[in-house]
């Protein structure tokens, strides 16, 4: 066992080694990382391509696929490219293929296939077997070249073949044709431009090396894609090119047609880069029927031969801009493009604009050409040679021949002839391969003008490669020869600014009347005026009662205030649409709110563009006014703070419209006026001040507007409600106590626990009064509720917990108050104090009721 155990640690020590795991991990990842960064994912930014893509247009070439060559089965080009040079699944190869035939997704195009490449739609590709493929003339540029030695060429995978590490590249590829990949830890996106505007670009570079990046937006006026439609924002475009980085917004191309006099179509011609045409149809189909916007009708899908084409058929009278703003907001009609121009620069990722990636591929030019000319000189400098040998040759023609006849074989004459004549190999060579038609007088000719046209090759090769500025002009001049071949005319529209859509929600909606139900318990229901006829009950939870019955506008907005001082901003038309017999949704359900909140007031309003104050009141006696139009707000997905409270203080009561008198009542039965000018006007944020004084164990129970000349009634906690007039009541200060209400007695007493006023015109439209108790409610008209000889007026309902009396039809007129009336609120006060003192020290409360019995 001791001999087992010795080799086995001896084989262990020999053959395992021991690393760590985050090592291995960290090297493993780095070599991948490395790998895919530099020949996977992001593009050279010499000719802007990736590995892949090279590989099979240089596959391509050397398969004699051209454009002027027929196609060949796609397959086979696959096949060839993943045995040769791209040791990796055939699908990478075709999609990559396929993508380069797609002309929406390519400036311009490197492949032409014949078959089904894909459509705009997001339709794939036919599998390979079925499409066939060459190389576009424009890749054609991309080769050219490619076997005189411009670029270096390393061992394929297996070492039997040699790839290109780059292509010649007669033109800017990387930008005319954009590019888009993901690596670990980098990322491209560079979208395509117009292949003149770069040639000029970089013509204008050549010319003057010294150009800035904002001379760069002379020659290139921004994004040019394949799809056309509209670039929105120079400002991204600036940025961009300087840095390689920036935001432009594309927009579709659209149009508005005339349906007829008052309905309208709109149709979109163009859709922005590497949209799906399907997707987008569908997206806005979805719009359609989800977000209920009633006023698109249909969506159409008319794209045909002639072009793309998307018609938006709107209903009668619908606003076709509004709606088109809409869908430019809410679908990918328009979407935003974020540059990220990362591409390898020696060998390294590195984001650059658009100066630093003209003057990378100038320099690949200027390696391009002088290797190119490197390789001519040497091959026409060789031919030049043995043209001169041929001509020197013709002189003696005969005894060469001669030479020849007496020679063993072909070796023994080349050496003999470089012996007797002074031939070189190469002269001798061609002499001994001769045929005798070409020693006739015209070939001898054409000999010497061969010569002629090779010296005057290598004085031009000569002078490219010793002057700069000759081989910058062979650049340009090849650069233009591009342009005027494959250039095209600018297919995107450009514009200066960022067009800032704002849509009102409310611009959406259908303009129509329904009907609002608020329940005591926090119910909201919307119902249709069709479905508020049919019912003959409303639905209700059991013991809840309709706090809120009011047919409303859709585009008006609920004001709900709650217990807590704040307040719900709900747009109606945010409220689902439900049968009136239904229960409805729970507020909290819309707009989240505590478990200890209630509503306690609502009001439906059509605009805070007014004057409109509102007066609101604590339990505590704090009160304040505030403007309605601050309670407009754009976001309302929670309680807004209506009025900042103490702990133990909650909001009782909400009034709208600011009338000259505020009537504060509290629990225990005290009265309050005083002028509304005395109570401040304060933000939303803010507390109140004090509004009445009150005893132990009180509480304010409501407060009001009101005018001298109306009326009020008030509720008990019992169900009676009591009619008073504003008039008969002293105005005191504010702060202060009041008068006494209502009689107190010790059994069963009654407290107040709302109230509300009544105009005289009010009184005149015997208007309709809703009566809550703590279970039900009671719908009657101002006339039931009339005085009383019973000084705890008439008992209307089981428990009393809201009144609310219904507005006037016709605007209420100003009553003045008589002179006598005036006299008696000054007098009175005099009289009627809050409390008297007795000789024993005994406090004797005063009140009006006192001539009347007890119930």
Same mark, same amino acid.
Request: glycine share 4%; no cysteine; proline share 3%.
């Given at each position: 066992?001791?001999?087992?155990?010795?080799?086995?640690?001896?084989?262990?020590?020999?053959?395992?080694?021991?690393?760590?795991?985050?090592?291995?991990?960290?090297?493993?990842?780095?070599?991948?990382?490395?790998?895919?960064?530099?020949?996977?994912?992001?593009?050279?930014?010499?000719?802007?391509?990736?590995?892949?893509?090279?590989?099979?247009?240089?596959?391509?070439?050397?398969?004699?696929?051209?454009?002027?060559?027929?196609?060949?089965?796609?397959?086979?080009?696959?096949?060839?490219?993943?045995?040769?040079?791209?040791?990796?699944?055939?699908?990478?190869?075709?999609?990559?293929?396929?993508?380069?035939?797609?002309?929406?997704?390519?400036?311009?195009?490197?492949?032409?296939?014949?078959?089904?490449?894909?459509?705009?739609?997001?339709?794939?590709?036919?599998?390979?077997?079925?499409?066939?493929?060459?190389?576009?003339?424009?890749?054609?540029?991309?080769?050219?070249?490619?076997?005189?030695?411009?670029?270096?060429?390393?061992?394929?995978?297996?070492?039997?073949?040699?790839?290109?590490?780059?292509?010649?590249?007669?033109?800017?590829?990387?930008?005319?044709?954009?590019?888009?990949?993901?690596?670990?830890?980098?990322?491209?996106?560079?979208?395509?431009?117009?292949?003149?505007?770069?040639?000029?670009?970089?013509?204008?570079?050549?010319?003057?090396?010294?150009?800035?990046?904002?001379?760069?937006?002379?020659?290139?006026?921004?994004?040019?894609?394949?799809?056309?439609?509209?670039?929105?924002?120079?400002?991204?475009?600036?940025?961009?090119?300087?840095?390689?980085?920036?935001?432009?917004?594309?927009?579709?191309?659209?149009?508005?047609?005339?349906?007829?006099?008052?309905?309208?179509?709109?149709?979109?011609?163009?859709?922005?880069?590497?949209?799906?045409?399907?997707?987008?149809?569908?997206?806005?189909?979805?719009?359609?029927?989800?977000?209920?916007?009633?006023?698109?009708?249909?969506?159409?899908?008319?794209?045909?031969?002639?072009?793309?084409?998307?018609?938006?058929?709107?209903?009668?009278?619908?606003?076709?801009?509004?709606?088109?703003?809409?869908?430019?907001?809410?679908?990918?009609?328009?979407?935003?493009?974020?540059?990220?121009?990362?591409?390898?620069?020696?060998?390294?990722?590195?984001l650059c604009g658009v100066l630093e990636l003209l003057k990378v591929y100038?320099?690949?030019?200027?390696?391009?050409?002088?290797?190119?000319?490197?390789?001519?000189?040497?091959?026409?400098?060789?031919?030049?040679?043995?043209?001169?040998?041929?001509?020197?040759?013709?002189?003696?023609?005969?005894?060469?021949?001669?030479?020849?006849?007496?020679?063993?074989?072909?070796?023994?004459?080349?050496?003999?002839?470089?012996?007797?004549?002074?031939?070189?190999?190469?002269?001798?060579?061609?002499?001994?391969?001769?045929?005798?038609?070409?020693?006739?007088?015209?070939?001898?000719?054409?000999?010497?003008?061969?010569?002629?046209?090779?010296?005057?090759?290598?004085?031009?090769?000569?002078?490219?490669?010793? #002057?700069?500025?000759? /081989? !910058?002009? =062979?650049? &340009?001049?090849? *650069?233009?020869?591009?342009? @005027?071949?494959?250039?095209? +005319?600018?297919?995107?529209?450009?514009?200066?600014?960022?067009?800032?859509?704002?849509?009102?929600?409310?611009?959406?909606?259908?303009?129509?009347?329904?009907?609002?139900?608020?329940?005591?318990?926090?119910?909201?229901?919307?119902?249709?005026?069709?479905?508020?006829?049919?019912?003959?009950?409303?639905?209700?939870?059991?013991?809840?009662?309709?706090?809120?019955?009011?047919?409303?506008?859709?585009?008006?907005?609920?004001?709900?205030?709650?217990?807590?001082?704040?307040?719900?901003?709900?747009?109606?038309?945010?409220?689902?649409?439900?049968?009136?017999?239904?229960?409805?949704?729970?507020?909290?359900?819309?707009?989240?709110?505590?478990?200890?909140?209630?509503?306690?007031?609502?009001?439906?309003?059509?605009?805070?563009? #007014?004057?409109?104050? /509102? !007066?609101? =009141?604590? &339990?505590?006696? *704090?009160?304040?006014?505030? @403007?309605?139009?601050?309670? +407009?707000?754009?976001?309302?997905?929670?309680?807004?703070?209506?009025?900042?409270?103490?702990?133990?203080?909650?909001?009782?009561?909400?009034?709208?419209?600011?009338?000259?008198?505020?009537?504060?009542?509290?629990?225990?039965?005290?009265?309050?006026?005083?002028?509304?000018?005395?109570?401040?006007?304060?933000?939303?944020?803010?507390?109140?001040?004090?509004?009445?004084?009150?005893?132990?164990?009180?509480?304010?129970?409501?407060?009001?507007?009101?005018?001298?000349?109306?009326?009020?009634?008030?509720?008990?906690?019992?169900?009676?409600?009591?009619?008073?007039?504003?008039?008969e009541l002293p105005k005191y200060a504010r702060n202060r106590r009041g008068?006494?209400?209502?009689?107190?007695?010790?059994?069963?007493?009654?407290?107040?626990?709302?109230?509300?006023?009544?105009?005289?015109?009010?009184?005149?439209?015997?208007?309709?009064?809703?009566?809550?108790?703590?279970?039900?409610?009671?719908?009657?008209?101002?006339?039931?509720?009339?005085y009383s000889n019973n000084k705890f007026g008439k008992k209307m309902i089981?428990?009393?917990?809201?009144?609310?009396?219904?507005?006037?039809?016709?605007?209420?007129?100003?009553?003045?108050?008589?002179?006598?009336?005036?006299?008696?609120?000054?007098?009175?006060?005099?009289?009627?104090?809050?409390?008297?003192?007795?000789?024993?020290?005994?406090?004797?409360?005063?009140?009006?009721?006192?001539?009347?019995?007890?119930?």
């Open positions: 066992m001791s001999k087992i155990s010795k080799k086995l640690d001896q084989f262990v020590s020999e053959k395992i080694q021991k690393t760590l795991l985050e090592d291995i991990m960290a090297k493993s990842f780095g070599r991948y990382s490395k790998y895919i960064i530099q020949d996977r994912a992001l593009p050279d930014a010499r000719d802007g391509l990736k590995p892949v893509q090279r590989r099979i247009l240089y596959a391509m070439g050397q398969m004699g696929v051209n454009f002027n060559k027929p196609h060949k089965k796609s397959a086979r080009i696959a096949g060839d490219v993943m045995g040769k040079y791209h040791p990796h699944g055939d699908s990478s190869i075709y999609d990559a293929m396929v993508r380069m035939s797609q002309d929406f997704k390519m400036r311009i195009p490197l492949v032409d296939m014949h078959g089904n490449n894909g459509s705009i739609d997001g339709d794939s590709a036919a599998a390979m077997r079925y499409t066939e493929a060459r190389l576009s003339k424009e890749a054609d540029y991309l080769l050219k070249d490619i076997d005189k030695r411009t670029v270096n060429f390393v061992p394929n995978f297996d070492d039997e073949e040699q790839e290109p590490t780059v292509l010649p590249a007669k033109f800017p590829n990387l930008l005319v044709n954009g590019a888009m990949g993901i690596s670990a830890g980098y990322a491209t996106k560079i979208p395509p431009h117009n292949l003149k505007e770069v040639i000029d670009a970089t013509m204008a570079l050549i010319d003057n090396p010294d150009l800035t990046d904002m001379d760069m937006l002379n020659f290139i006026k921004g994004p040019d894609f394949p799809t056309g439609g509209i670039v929105q924002g120079i400002d991204g475009i600036k940025q961009a090119i300087k840095t390689g980085s920036g935001k432009v917004i594309i927009r579709s191309k659209t149009a508005i047609e005339e349906i007829s006099k008052s309905q309208d179509r709109i149709v979109v011609t163009e859709i922005p880069y590497e949209v799906v045409k399907a997707d987008l149809v569908r997206q806005i189909d979805t719009l359609r029927i989800n977000n209920n916007i009633e006023d698109i009708l249909e969506i159409r899908d008319e794209t045909d031969q002639e072009g793309l084409r998307i018609a938006i058929d709107l209903k009668k009278g619908a606003d076709s801009q509004l709606m088109l703003n809409y869908l430019f907001k809410n679908s990918d009609l328009q979407i935003s493009y974020n540059y990220n121009m990362v591409a390898i620069l020696k060998n390294r990722p590195v100038i320099e690949h030019q200027k390696e391009v050409i002088t290797n190119r000319s490197n390789f001519e000189l040497e091959r026409a400098m060789k031919r030049n040679h043995i043209v001169e040998g041929l001509i020197k040759m013709t002189s003696v023609v005969q005894e060469v021949i001669d030479v020849i006849r007496k020679s063993n074989n072909k070796s023994d004459s080349k050496i003999n002839i470089q012996e007797k004549f002074g031939f070189s190999e190469l002269q001798s060579e061609a002499i001994v391969m001769l045929q005798l038609y070409r020693l006739s007088s015209t070939d001898i000719e054409a000999l010497m003008k061969e010569r002629d046209q090779l010296n005057q090759e290598i004085i031009e090769l000569n002078l490219i490669l010793s #002057n700069e500025k000759v /081989l !910058l002009k =062979t650049i &340009k001049k090849e *650069l233009l020869e591009v342009k @005027n071949t494959l250039g095209d +005319e600018r297919r995107s529209l450009i514009e200066d600014e960022i067009e800032n859509i704002k849509i009102d929600q409310k611009d959406l909606i259908t303009d129509e009347q329904t009907i609002i139900g608020i329940t005591k318990d926090g119910y909201v229901k919307r119902s249709s005026l069709r479905s508020f006829n049919a019912s003959k009950e409303v639905g209700l939870k059991e013991n809840d009662a309709l706090l809120f019955e009011k047919e409303v506008n859709t585009l008006q907005t609920l004001i709900i205030f709650t217990n807590l001082g704040n307040y719900l901003f709900l747009p109606v038309y945010k409220i689902e649409d439900q049968k009136w017999k239904d229960l409805g949704v729970y507020i909290n359900n819309i707009i989240p709110i505590e478990k200890n909140e209630k509503v306690i007031k609502v009001y439906a309003i059509e605009t805070f563009k #007014n004057d409109t104050k /509102l !007066l609101l =009141t604590s &339990k505590q006696g *704090l009160m304040k006014q505030v @403007n309605l139009t601050d309670l +407009e707000v754009t976001r309302f997905n929670k309680p807004i703070r209506a009025m900042k409270l103490s702990k133990d203080d909650e909001l009782i009561f909400v009034d709208m419209n600011e009338l000259e008198n505020i009537i504060s009542i509290s629990k225990n039965g005290y009265i309050l006026r005083f002028e509304t000018s005395e109570l401040p006007l304060y933000g939303l944020q803010a507390g109140g001040v004090k509004s009445m004084a009150l005893g132990e164990h009180d509480e304010v129970a409501v407060a009001f507007y009101a005018k001298p000349t109306d009326d009020f009634y008030f509720l008990t906690s019992r169900g009676h409600v009591i009619k008073d007039t504003v008039s008068i006494i209400l209502i009689e107190r007695i010790k059994t069963s007493p009654h407290f107040i626990v709302s109230a509300a006023r009544a105009s005289k015109q009010q009184i005149k439209e015997n208007v309709k009064v809703r009566l809550l108790s703590s279970k039900e409610l009671l719908e009657t008209d101002l006339q039931d509720l009339k089981e428990d009393g917990y809201y009144i609310e009396i219904s507005p006037s039809v016709e605007p209420e007129t100003e009553v003045k108050v008589t002179k006598k009336v005036v006299k008696q609120e000054e007098v009175v006060p005099k009289v009627l104090e809050e409390t008297i003192e007795t000789k024993q020290n005994q406090k004797i409360r005063l009140s009006r009721l006192d001539l009347f019995d007890e119930e």
